[in-house]
């Protein structure tokens, strides 16, 4: 139990154009989302929490117009990169939380590598 | 002081040794502790998850944790080529909505 997919797996693109990450939670329902990128051989950097039915919470440093998401599901959260350049060229990870605040761990997606040339 | 210590490694042992990842936090305040393993180019699987002092275990996998230290270990027996992954820590307090994670161990079980 407790999967979640992220679609796609791995995606290019060039500079200026938009793109669009899926997370699904498949087997439970998610409040709470979080959206993470991590660097070559670095840990998970937090970008943002994805909330269900309200605006999501971003990290200091991180661009809300920039990296915009959208939670209108329960088990729906996407993450769009607009206007995307060479430096948003990163691995993006999303999670869903199974349970309750406190008393259940994070499932991750598979992770979405983004290329922009 | 970081709200959490993980040495990056590398870390490579041969086949069929014992492991031992560990990760120190200084906040009281976290009370549940998981363990996750990474492929390269994929996202964190969850291995274990606790909530209180002592052992956990999951076939080769143990996890460990001693609170009043601020400590915690995963053990992995018998280990595997297919054991070699990055492991990463993490710690969450109740009522918070963040998890911290550990910077990550990277494994080599060398065949």
């Known amino acids: 139990g407790a999967v979640v997919s992220q679609h796609p797996s791995w995606v290019i693109c060039k500079s200026g154009t938009s793109v669009k990450i899926e997370c699904r939670s498949l087997d439970f329902q998610a409040t709470t989302m979080f959206w993470y990128r991590q660097f070559p051989k670095q840990s998970l950097m937090l970008m943002a929490t994805s909330n269900e039915g309200s605006k999501a919470t971003y990290e200091q440093g991180v661009e809300k117009d920039k990296f915009l998401i959208n939670h209108a599901s329960l088990t729906l959260s996407t993450l769009t990169v607009t206007s995307a350049h060479p430096e948003d060229s990163s691995f993006y990870i999303c999670?869903?939380?199974?349970?309750?605040?406190?008393?259940?761990?994070?499932?991750f997606g598979n992770g979405t590598r983004l290329t922009v040339t | 002081q970081k709200e959490v210590e993980q040495d990056p490694g590398p870390l490579s042992v041969p086949e069929g040794a014992i492991v031992s990842l560990n990760c120190t936090y200084s906040n009281s305040a976290f009370q549940y502790f998981m363990w996750y393993r990474q492929y390269s180019r994929k996202g964190p699987e969850l291995l274990m998850y606790t909530y209180s002092s002592g052992n956990k275990e999951d076939g080769r996998f143990t996890a460990q944790v001693d609170k009043s230290s601020k400590y915690i270990s995963l053990f992995i027996r018998d280990s595997q080529p297919s054991d070699s992954a990055t492991y990463l820590c993490?710690?969450?307090?109740?009522?918070?909505?963040?998890?911290?994670f550990g910077t990550g161990t990277r494994l080599k079980v060398l065949a």
């Open positions: 999670s869903a939380r199974s349970g309750e605040v406190g008393n259940s761990p994070l499932h």
């Open positions: 993490a710690l969450h307090s109740s009522g918070t909505y963040k998890y911290i």
